[in-house]
């Protein structure tokens, strides 16, 4: 008898199916999570500081809660096909398989007011954490620029923690004390101490020593000795040695006065740059020496004599791609170039402080000292 050809299909699948759960984070989330969390908070340093500019309210918001929910199916098949005919056997095997993953986030968001806006955004930084860090590695002549209204009689232009004032205020003195102290730190002649205070309301003392000797360490000390900054008289074991606290400890010595959160962002704001259409929308300052050449890191206008190259914030029509942060406001886009090396650790310094305050905060105190790194 002779056999028809005839196909006979047959189809066995086997699947497999891994039903929905909660995994921990992979590290590539992780990763991603945490560039997207600083860089969100360096834009808010960046919007904040050119709203102040434009004498515009100010805004802050944290968050509170990061959690995520990783889901994931896997599922797989086999399928087979044969055919039998007079002379033929044929047998095909076509696997077949998917893997989907997805990835929930969930994010809440805590707008920092009352009290704790308080605070955190107006409550002065205390001299003995600002001084601490330069051990850490920070300049400390950023330090004094960014963070300390006056030390001794010397004031660091207080005029600008605020509403642009239309005069430039004048701190000769403080850029010099607090280049000479860069000198030293740079030649590792400067040790900062930070000592708990005597007594349960005490508040630390902040002790500053350095050899004497060297033309710089001999002009700091005539310098805080002219200006009420605490030397101690005579020598220690070849070393000046001066306070600089919060609180006066002997007669004729001025107490240091650190700036708040929101004086630094103000201080700041005076070297953002605006396009000519908003000339009429912002304060405007006259005085000072001459402007040096502009670039990228200079503040345009007379705050260069101020503020040096710490920081500065252009403008631009279209968002800049050489930016290290850049932020929209107003139809324009502002901007701290890639390339300023010193204005980038300044907003990076400024996102340190303002987390320190935030855990002060937290913790009810005010004295708490924090280490940070370079």
């Known amino acids: 008898m002779k056999w028809v050809p005839v196909a006979i299909a047959a189809v066995l699948v086997v699947t497999g199916c891994a039903s929905p759960r909660t995994v921990a984070p992979v590290a590539r989330d992780t990763m991603t999570y945490s560039t997207e969390l600083a860089r969100a908070q360096q834009e808010q340093l960046l919007l904040n500081i050119v709203r102040l500019r434009y004498n515009d309210p100010v805004s802050f918001v944290e968050v509170?809660?990061?959690?995520?929910?990783?889901?994931?199916?896997v599922s797989g098949g086999l399928?087979?096909?044969?055919?039998v005919s007079s002379g033929d056997f044929v047998d095909v095997l076509n696997p077949a398989g998917s893997v989907e993953r997805s990835a929930t986030p969930t994010v809440v968001y805590r707008n920092l007011r009352g009290g704790a806006y308080a605070e955190q955004l107006l409550q002065p930084v205390a001299p003995e954490s600002i001084f601490l860090l330069s051990q850490s590695g920070w300049s400390v002549e950023r330090l004094m620029l960014c963070c300390i209204a006056r030390i001794g009689d010397l004031d660091n232009a207080r005029a600008a923690a605020g509403p642009t004032p239309?005069?430039?205020?004048d701190n000769r003195g403080f850029r010099d004390l607090a280049a000479l102290m860069r000198e030293l730190q740079n030649s590792g002649d400067l040790l900062v101490q930070v000592l708990e205070g005597d007594g349960k309301d005490a508040k630390p003392r902040v002790v500053v020593s350095w050899h004497a000797g060297t033309p710089a360490g001999e002009a700091l000390a005539r310098m805080m000795q002219a200006h009420q900054i605490g030397l101690h008289p005579g020598l220690e074991n070849g070393f000046h040695v001066a306070d600089i606290s919060s609180v006066g400890h002997r007669a004729g010595v001025a107490p240091a006065r650190g700036r708040s959160i929101l004086g630094m962002l103000s201080a700041?704001?005076?070297?953002?740059e605006v396009p000519p259409e908003h000339d009429a929308l912002v304060g405007h300052t006259i005085?000072?020496?001459?402007?040096?050449?502009?670039?990228?890191?200079l503040p345009a206008g007379p705050w260069g004599t101020v503020m040096d190259d710490y920081f500065a914030?252009?403008?631009s029509s279209r968002k800049p791609k050489g930016a290290a942060v850049a932020v929209p406001y107003r139809g324009y886009w502002f901007q701290v170039d890639d390339t300023c090396r010193n204005a980038k650790s300044t907003l990076d310094l400024?996102?340190?402080l303002y987390a320190l305050q935030a855990g002060l905060v937290a913790k009810g105190s005010s004295n708490t000292l924090l280490l940070i790194g370079n």
Do not use: K, M, N, Y
Not at 268 to 272: A, C, F, H
């Open 64 to 73: 509170d809660t990061l959690s995520t929910e990783d889901s994931g199916t």
């Open 79 to 83: 399928a087979g096909a044969f055919g």
């Open 166 to 169: 239309a005069i430039l205020p």
């Open 268 to 272: 700041l704001s005076q070297t953002v």
């Open 287 to 297: 005085g000072g020496a001459p402007q040096r050449q502009i670039s990228a890191c």
């Open 313 to 315: 914030v252009r403008w």
């Open 350 to 352: 400024l996102g340190h």
